[in-house]
């Protein structure tokens, strides 16, 4: 029992250390930032060929050697590797950064989507090292068909059945992704870089793609990566002509189902890796501390399971 006597010495002795400056320091805010999507690749070779005649973001690849210690410097903890599409469908490269450092990187996986026979391979697809989910793409007019002809028709009840969580790149295909969300409501649908892609970016249709992901948000399986925000701005950092865009999407989904990303290597020039950091920790204002944790790493661990 804390008698008046220890009350008064407890407190004494606290102002003297204060006035000391021998006060214990108060812990900081502890934030997991987890980036929610970065692409690495290694040089072609003739037993590692990229997709003929695919192009990459960079001219150099962006390998394991360069993430890292860019990830350091930003103060990242974690990052998700989405293979990117110049690879084919390969994970290959992204389980030896998992071997290389397990507690750092985890992979949405890419499927062959035309391939029915790839729903063989789902029952078991977390029994991979470091895999989460799968990642597919809608963004060229072949894809996209595939979305609309019926080709991925089998996918969906398949990730469904087997708990996987599906990112997913496509830009105003709102009433198809609803009617997936609809049918499918214990499957997990993430939303990639808000909904935007790069080339609805440049021709300004930003808005308009935006209001298709948010018409998703009355969905509660579905979520929105806040990514990629440096390559759709007009503006250099802060980008500020993207706040609107993040601020509705955040009001839209909340700050468990929005999570930062940097999807580094669409726009590598236009900010460096801390930057995009700060974008959201230091200059959206409209987020509490609170909301940062979950945005910035808490809401999409959870979300993908990631121990």
């Not at 990730?159 to 997936?180: D, H, N, T, W, Y």
């Amino acid at each position: 029992m804390l008698t008046r006597r220890k009350f008064i010495g407890t407190t004494l002795g606290a102002g003297a250390a204060l006035a000391a400056g021998t006060a214990p320091v108060v812990a900081q805010r502890k934030r997991t930032i987890v980036d929610s999507q970065i692409h690495l690749w290694k040089a072609e070779s003739d037993d590692w060929k990229w997709v003929p005649g695919a192009k990459p973001q960079m001219p150099e690849p962006f390998t394991i050697e360069k993430a890292v210690p860019l990830m350091d410097e930003a103060g990242v903890e974690r990052a998700v590797i989405v293979p990117p599409s110049w690879i084919g469908d390969r994970n290959d490269y992204a389980f030896e950064a998992v071997q290389r450092y397990p507690k750092r990187f985890a992979v949405m996986g890419r499927v062959p989507l035309q391939d029915p026979k790839a729903a063989a391979l789902l029952p078991k697809w977390k029994e991979q090292p470091g895999m989460l989910g799968v990642r597919v793409t809608f963004n060229s007019p072949t894809t996209l068909g595939w979305l609309k002809d019926g080709t991925a028709d089998w996918f969906w009840p398949a990730v469904e059945k087997a708990g996987l969580p599906v990112m997913f790149l496509a830009s105003m295909q709102g009433p198809a992704f609803a009617r997936i969300a609809e049918r499918h409501p214990q499957l997990s649908l993430i939303v990639d870089h808000m909904g935007v892609l790069s080339a609805v970016a440049h021709a300004g249709r930003t808005g308009e793609a935006i209001e298709h992901t948010l018409s998703l948000a009355k969905f509660p399986n579905v979520s929105v990566k806040l990514s990629s925000a440096p390559l759709m701005s007009r503006q250099s950092y802060p980008f500020a002509d993207m706040t609107p865009h993040i601020q509705a999407l955040f009001d839209a989904y909340g700050p468990r189902r929005c999570y930062w990303g940097t999807d580094i290597t669409n726009s590598f020039d236009k900010a460096t890796y801390r930057q995009r950091v700060t974008h959201f920790t230091e200059t959206l204002t409209f987020m509490s501390e609170e909301d940062k944790d979950w945005v910035m790493g808490r809401g999409l661990i959870e979300r993908l399971k990631w121990a």
